[in-house]
């Protein structure tokens, strides 16, 4: 079974520009969480969807920062325009929710490195 | 609120020493403990968790983790480390489980196993 997969695994752009991170989580996770570091920090909560519901955004840092998860599959983050700041990596998670069939953990991508120059 | 923090931020060791790294956590409420480890160009992987019952915790690859309350902490020990233990350690709390993982993240500690 894949595990999470986050594309790309590596990104330089400019200050100003677009950038578009996707995850794919595990084949039937409901939940998915997006979370980031940045350099020397602690890895920091941004969102999590139920399905392709937002059920929790209080990390994200503003309004430059849009995530969605159009039909409940993979997930995209969208920074625009980036900032300096924004660099960092960020990582993705997914986790299962059937009824009471929990998972214990939440499972975890490698991470997409983001720089902004 | 609740935080961790990990005051080690780069842990070097010799192989077959011993090991100890840090974490306490500040929560006002029942809290659930996670150490996640990354190895190098790899993504977080759940090393070992304390949910309830016993406050030892032990991980297959020899790690444990002790849950101590009144010392809110939950140090991660291993007897004897190997070249293969070199990864960045995360400890984690969450104040719920079973369908939703909204962790705070302590800094990160990198464990650096010398031949």
């Known amino acids: 079974e894949a595990g999470v997969t986050q594309f790309p695994s590596h990104s330089v752009i400019e200050k100003g520009q677009t950038v578009t991170l996707r995850c794919d989580p595990i084949?039937?996770?409901?939940?998915l969480y997006w979370y980031r570091r940045v350099m020397g920090k602690e890895i920091k909560f941004l969102l999590h969807?139920?399905?392709?519901?937002?059920?929790?955004e209080s990390g994200m840092p503003n309004n430059r920062f849009l995530a969605e998860r159009t039909g409940g599959t993979y997930s995209t983050l969208k920074v625009q325009p980036a900032e300096l700041e924004d660099s960092g990596v960020y990582f993705c998670?997914?986790?299962?929710?059937?009824?009471?069939?929990?998972?214990?953990?939440?499972?975890f991508g490698q991470g997409t490195r983001l720089t902004v120059v | 609120a609740q935080s961790v923090t990990q005051l080690d931020s780069q842990v070097p060791v010799f192989e077959e020493a011993p090991v100890e790294l840090r974490c306490n956590y500040s929560?006002?409420?029942?809290?659930?403990l996670f150490w996640y480890v990354q190895y190098p160009n790899q993504g977080l992987q759940l090393l070992l968790k304390?949910?309830?019952?016993?406050?030892l915790v032990e991980s297959i690859n020899g790690f444990e983790a002790e849950f101590n309350k009144s010392q809110t902490s939950f140090h991660l020990r291993k007897p004897s480390v190997h070249i293969s233990d070199t990864a960045e350690y995360f400890c984690?709390?969450?104040?719920?489980?079973?369908?939703?993982?909204?962790?705070?993240f302590g800094t990160g500690t990198r464990l650096k196993v010398l031949a």
């Open positions: 929560s006002s409420v029942s809290v659930y």
């Open positions: 084949s039937g996770h409901d939940n």
């Open positions: 998670a997914s986790s299962p929710m059937t009824g009471k069939d929990w998972s214990t953990e939440a499972f």
């Open positions: 304390y949910l309830s019952g016993s406050t």
């Open positions: 969807f139920v399905k392709e519901s937002k059920q929790d």
């Open positions: 984690a709390v969450s104040d719920r489980w079973g369908g939703t993982y909204k962790y705070i």
